[in-house]
């Protein structure tokens, strides 16, 4: 059977801060897309990519969005491998708290992986806003030196 579309709360969190009334740490935007430091990363370097159309799931978003969100991912993906030389980089996408979705706007994670560090928890121990600062500027740097800003 079918499962209903994910009604879209016009108040979580991330579009709150598409429109501006909460601040983030900007890497980057497009008319399509904005990305952003995940305020409690599980590595040094997680940005978070959301496409700007309105939807709780990936299912609910057009194929018109889900493009212009995955090419971001791929550009920012780029640009945090240039700025933090990771040994990998994972990127996820949850849909539903089951699956470990805790806020309801489409997003796509970027997860820079080091050998010898293990993840910190999902969504579990915020980071200091300075530090935030100093890795979105890394991955502006990074952007305008591969040409991708
Ligand atoms: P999800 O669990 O929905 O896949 O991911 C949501 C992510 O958003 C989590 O990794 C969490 O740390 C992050 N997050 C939660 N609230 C905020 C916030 O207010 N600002 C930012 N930048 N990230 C947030």
């Known amino acids: 059977m079918q499962k209903d579309a ?14 501006g009334e909460l ?17 409690m990363p ?7 990519v959301l496409p700007r159309e309105p939807a709780a799931e990936l299912f609910e978003l057009s194929e018109g969005a889900a493009a212009a969100a995955i090419r971001t991912t791929q550009r920012i993906a780029r640009a945090v491998r240039h700025a933090f030389a990771p040994d990998g980089v994972s ?13 309801p706007h489409v997003h796509f994670h970027i997860v820079p992986r080091y050998a010898d ?15 935030l600062r100093e ?3 890394r991955i502006q740097a990074a952007l305008r030196e591969l040409g991708l800003a």
């Open 6 to 19: 994910a009604v879209y709360d016009q108040n979580n969190i991330f579009a709150r801060i598409l429109r």
């Open 23 to 39: 601040p983030s740490h900007k890497v980057y935007e497009d008319a399509d897309t904005v990305a952003f430091m995940d305020i």
């Open 42 to 48: 599980q590595s040094d370097g997680h940005v978070l």
């Open 91 to 103: 990127i996820g996408q949850f849909n539903g708290a089951a699956a470990g979705q805790t806020v």
């Open 117 to 131: 560090r293990a993840l910190r928890g999902h969504a579990s121990e915020p980071q200091q806003p300075d530090v």
């Open 135 to 137: 890795h979105a500027e």
